[in-house]
C-alpha cells in the first residue's frame, strides 16, 4: 500500500469553511434557523400556544429543513455525547401530540440523511481510496435525487397542497433505503472499511435485504458504483499485467525487493511464488477466481520481462461491466488466462527451448550421454585426487572444457553452458544441510570420509538464463547436482573396480587356483556387479523411465505452472528414488562404496604380493628337491612365505567380510521397504542377485 505522506491531502478551506461541508448545522450554534431574525413573528413563543392548524404548517415548515439537515424553529439538531456520527431530534414538549408522534416518524429519514452527507463528505478525501470515492459519488448523486424531492414538497406546501399525513406519504417509501444505507455506512465508518471489504459489506447487505426488491436494487447500485473504480484495476491487471492501485485496495501485492536474478543464484528464491501474491480481502465475488487473476498479471510480467510487450486483445465485450448474474466478467477473465498462458508457454517453449535445455541437461547432470565424462576423469584425475583446498577450479574447468571440445558434446550449441563447482562437503552432509532428509543416527557419528577429495565433492553447473530460470531455477539445479554427484561417485567407484579386475586379469597365466588370487577375483568381481547393478537401477530403473513421463507431461501442459509441477514432480521422484531422501538406505550405499573404493586401492599391493609369492614358491620347491644344504634355507624361505600368504589372504577375508555384511544389511533394509516404497523392489533383485551369485 501506498504510504499516506505519498496521497495528496484535503485542502484546509475545506475543513475551515463549513458552509461548503455537510457539517455547518453542526458549527452554528443556535436554538433555531431563524433564531436571530428580527422579522420571525412569535419566533420566542412555544409552539403549544397556536392553534392544532397553524402548528401543523409550523411543523411541516420545520420538518422540511429537517430533511434536509438544517434546525427549525422548534426542532433542534444535537449531537450525542461521544458519538461523533450520530444525531438526534429534538423537538418542542409543547407541541400537540399528534403532530409530535408524525414528526418523530420521519426524524430516522433526517437521520439518514445527515449520516449519509457526512460519510460522503468524509469518504471523499484521498485516503479512503477509489472503492469509498465512487461509493460517495454514488451516494451523492442518490442525495442530489432527494433534495429535489424535497423541494418538490417545499413547493406542494407553499402552494398549500401539502398536509402533515402527506408528507408521510411521499417519505415513507424512502424510508427503508435510506435506513440501509444508513446501516452500511454505520458498519464501513466503525471500521473504517476500504476496497474489498467495502464491495464485501454492500454485498453481503444486498443479499440480506431479498425480500424487499427495491431497497435490494438500490444496495445492488451501489454495489455496482463502488465496485467500477475496483474493477478498473483488476482490469488493467488481467489484460496488461500492471498493478494501478495508488491507495493499495487491489488484492494482489508487488514485492519490488525480490528480483528474478536471484532464481539462478538462491536455492530459495521465492520470486515466482512472491514477486505477485494474493492479499487478505478479497472481494467475495472474485474469491473462486483469485489464483486464475494472480496468474493471468504474472504471466504477462514474465512478458514483459523478456522484452515483450503483449497485451490482452480487449474489445467492448471483454470490458468488466458488470459482476451480476451474468458472471460476465469470469468469462472475460478466462479468455484473458488463455491467452496470457498460451502466448507464454509458446514464447518459452518455441523461442527459448525449454525442451532443448532439459535434455541438454539430461545429458551433462544425469549422465545421459557420458563420453565426455570418461576423458575429463582420464585427464583430470590427479587434480580430483587433492584435497580440497589444493584443488584448482579454474584447471577443472578448463578441462572440462577440452574434454567436451574432443567429444560427441561440441557438436551441442549447449555445452558452453555447462560449468563446474567443488562443493565444500560431502554428499550426505550436503543433504543434511539442504535438510532434504535427516542424517539417520546409529550412535557411531557419522561416518563421512576421514579426508575428503575432490571425487566426492566435484559436481557439474549449469547456466540457465531468464526466463526458462522460472522453470530451471537454482532449487532445480542443486537437485540436479546432487543426483550428479551420486552418480559420478559411482562412476568413479565403477572405474577403480574395473582397474582393479584388469590387474586381475593380467595374471590369468598364473595358476593361482586355491590362492589369494582367485579368492581376490571372486570379491572383485562380486563388487563389480553391485556397483554395475547400482548403476543400471539409477539410469534405467529410474532417472530415463521418469524423463519420458515428464516429456510426455510437458507436450500437453497448457500453462507454465504445470510444466513447473511436471519438472519438480519429476526431480523429487527421482530424489526419492535414488535413494537421497532415504537417509539410511543412502548410508549403506556410501559405506558399500568406500569399501568397493578401498579395495581397489590395495588391490594393486594385495595382487603384487600374491604374484610374488607364487613366483617365489616355485624356485623354493625345486631348489628343496635337489640338494639338503638348500633344505634348511628352503624351511625358512617357505615359513616367510606362509606368513605372508597369510597375511594377504586376511586382507582379502576381511574385505569379503566386511562387504558380504553390508550388503546383506542393504538386502534385509531393501527388502522390508520395497512393500511401501514399490520402486525398491527391483533394487532389492539385483541386490540379491550379487549375493547369492558373486
Keep these: ?83 461523533d456520527d450520530e444525531v438526534s431530534f429534538q423537538i418542542d414538549a409543547s407541541m400537540d401530540l399528534t403532530l409530535q408522534e408524525m414528526a418523530k416518524r420521519i426524524f430516522p429519514l433526517c437521520q439518514s440523511f445527515l449520516l449519509i452527507s457526512q460519510f460522503v463528505e468524509s469518504r471523499s478525501q484521498f485516503k479512503n481510496g477509489l472503492v469509498n470515492h465512487a461509493f460517495a459519488a454514488a451516494l451523492r448523486e442518490l442525495l442530489l435525487d432527494y433534495q429535489a424531492m424535497v423541494a418538490q414538497l417545499e413547493h406542494q406546501f407553499r402552494l398549500g397542497r401539502l398536509s402533515i399525513q402527506g408528507l408521510w406519504f411521499y417519505c415513507q417509501p424512502l424510508m427503508v433505503s435510506m435506513q440501509a444505507l444508513s446501516v452500511v455506512i454505520q458498519k464501513a465508518s466503525a471500521n473504517n472499511y476500504t476496497g474489498s471489504a467495502v464491495l464485501n459489506l454492500l454485498q453481503s447487505q444486498a443479499k440480506a435485504m431479498a425480500g424487499d426488491n427495491a431497497v435490494r436494487s438500490l444496495l445492488e447500485r451501489m454495489t455496482q458504483r463502488a465496485n467500477n473504480a475496483y474493477l478498473g484495476i483488476l482490469e488493467r491487471w488481467v489484460y496488461e499485467g500492471v498493478i494501478d492501485d495508488p491507495y493499495g485496495e487491489f488484492f494482489i501485492k508487488e514485492n519490488k525487493s525480490l528480483l528474478k536474478e536471484s532464481l539462478t543464484q538462491d536455492s530459495d528464491a521465492k520470486f515466482w511464488s512472491e514477486r505477485y501474491s494474493l492479499k487478505d ?27 515483450h ?48 535445455k532439459l535434455r541438454s541437461i539430461k545429458h551433462y547432470l544425469l549422465l545421459d550421454q557420458g563420453d565426455f565424462l570418461v576423458h575429463f576423469m ?31 558434446a561440441a557438436s551441442d550449441p549447449c555445452h558452453e553452458d555447462l560449468t563446474c563447482c567443488v562443493e565444500r562437503s560431502p554428499l550426505l552432509k550436503r543433504l543434511s544441510d539442504l535438510e532434504l532428509h535427516d ?56 572405474r577403480q573396480l574395473c582397474g582393479a579386475w584388469q590387474m586381475h586379469q593380467g595374471v590369468r597365466a598364473l595358476n593361482s587356483r586355491g590362492t589369494a588370487i582367485s579368492r581376490s577375483s571372486l570379491l572383485c568381481r562380486s563388487m563389480l556387479k553391485f556397483i554395475n547393478s547400482l548403476l543400471h537401477y539409477l539410469t534405467f530403473e529410474v532417472l530415463e523411465p521418469n524423463w519420458h513421463v515428464m516429456h510426455n507431461r510437458l507436450q500437453t501442459a497448457k500453462s507454465i505452472d504445470e510444466v513447473i509441477r511436471h519438472h519438480d514432480f519429476f526431480l523429487e521422484k527421482c530424489l526419492r528414488e535414488c535413494l537421497l531422501l532415504l537417509p539410511e538406505l543412502l548410508k ?34 625345486d631348489r628343496s628337491e635337489k640338494s639338503k644344504p638348500w633344505k634348511s ?9 606362509t606368513t605372508r600368504n597369510a597375511t594377504v589372504m586376511d586382507s582379502i577375508i576381511t574385505f569379503e567380510k566386511e562387504f558380504s555384511t553390508e550388503l546383506h544389511s542393504l538386502g534385509l533394509i531393501l527388502s522390508n521397504n520395497a512393500q511401501k516404497e514399490p520402486y525398491l523392489t527391483h533394487l532389492a533383485q539385483w541386490v540379491l542377485g550379487v549375493r547369492s551369485n558373486p
Design 309 to 356: 510487450t503483449v497485451q490482452v486483445p480487449v474489445s467492448e465485450n471483454s470490458k468488466f461491466m458488470s459482476f451480476g448474474a451474468n458472471h460476465h466478467y469470469l468469462e472475460c477473465i478466462k479468455v484473458a488466462y488463455d491467452f496470457a498462458s498460451g502466448e507464454l508457454l509458446n514464447l518459452i517453449k518455441e523461442k527459448y527451448d525449454l525442451v532443448g
Design 1 to 83: 500500500m501506498e504510504p499516506a505522506a505519498a496521497m495528496p491531502s484535503t485542502p484546509r478551506w475545506n475543513v475551515e469553511r463549513p458552509f461548503l461541508t455537510g457539517r455547518f448545522h453542526q458549527e452554528v450554534k443556535g436554538t433555531s434557523r431563524l433564531a436571530h431574525d428580527s422579522h420571525s413573528v412569535g419566533s420566542n413563543e412555544a409552539i403549544g400556544c397556536y392553534d392544532a392548524s397553524v402548528q401543523e404548517l409550523i411543523v411541516i415548515d420545520d420538518l422540511l429543513s429537517a430533511l434536509v439537515g438544517i434546525e427549525g424553529r422548534y426542532i433542534s439538531i444535537t449531537r450525542i455525547r461521544g458519538k
Design 439 to 494: 542424517t539417520v543416527s546409529d550412535g557411531k557419528g557419522s561416518e563421512e570420509p576421514v579426508s575428503v577429495t575432490g571425487l566426492e565433492t566435484f559436481s557439474l553447473s549449469y547456466k540457465v538464463q531468464w526466463p526458462l530460470s522460472i522453470v530451471i531455477s537454482r532449487k532445480a539445479l542443486t537437485k540436479y547436482q546432487l543426483i550428479f554427484r551420486f552418480l559420478f561417485h559411482c562412476k568413479h567407484v565403477e
Design 588 to 621: 549403506k550405499m556410501e559405506r558399500l562404496k568406500m569399501l568397493c573404493v578401498q579395495y581397489a586401492a590395495a588391490a594393486q599391493w594385495l595382487i603384487s604380493s600374491s604374484v610374488d609369492i607364487l613366483k617365489m614358491e616355485e624356485p623354493s620347491r
Design 281 to 307: 480481502g478479497i472481494p467475495s465475488f472474485l474469491a473462486n477466481i483469485a489464483g486464475t487473476i494472480l496468474t493471468t498479471g504474472k504471466y504477462l510480467n514474465v512478458m514483459r520481462e523478456c522484452g
Design 378 to 408: 582420464d585427464i583430470a584425475r590427479d587434480e580430483l585426487n587433492k584435497q580440497l583446498d589444493e584443488i584448482s577450479v579454474e584447471k577443472l574447468q578448463s578441462l572440462l572444457d577440452l574434454a567436451l571440445r574432443t567429444t560427441a
Design 633 to 641: 634355507r628352503g624351511l625358512s624361505q617357505g615359513m616367510m612365505l
